[in-house]
Nanobody
């Protein structure tokens, strides 16, 4: 599985962006896909994931209220809609996937086998 992340950019506080993670491979629909982000000088952190069933998990309640992860299996693409963006959301965003994820490993980046190249999101104050 190869992943291609896109959709990042520069927005003002309160703005919106939609990130896309396009995947190759006919079995993509069986993979859990997650978004992680890494801000300068900080460790990479979990943002959200979506299971093959469509069940979504978010890192925090704040993200759940502002971010929406979704998938279109016909297009082999997972989206991350981000609204009400804040300067602290500034980071490089990475998508990752795996077909061996279980509930206890959803937030564990080491459990994901395939990674996209990252797309930069910058939120100005």
């Amino acid at each position: 599985v190869q992943l291609q992340a896109s959709g990042g950019g520069l927005v003002q506080t309160g703005g919106s962006l939609r990130l896309s993670c396009a995947a190759s491979g006919r079995t993509f629909r069986t993979y859990t896909v997650a978004w992680f982000r890494q801000a300068p000088g900080k460790e990479r952190e979990f943002v959200a994931s979506i299971r093959p069933s469509g069940i979504a998990t978010y890192d925090t309640d704040s993200m759940k209220g502002r971010f929406t992860i979704s998938r279109d299996n016909a297009k082999n693409t997972v989206y991350l809609q981000m609204n009400s963006l804040k300067p602290e959301d500034t980071a490089a965003y990475y998508c990752a996937s795996s077909n061996t994820i279980i509930t206890s490993t959803l937030r564990d980046q080491t459990a994901y086998h395939y990674w996209g190249q990252g797309t930069q999101v910058t939120v100005s104050s």
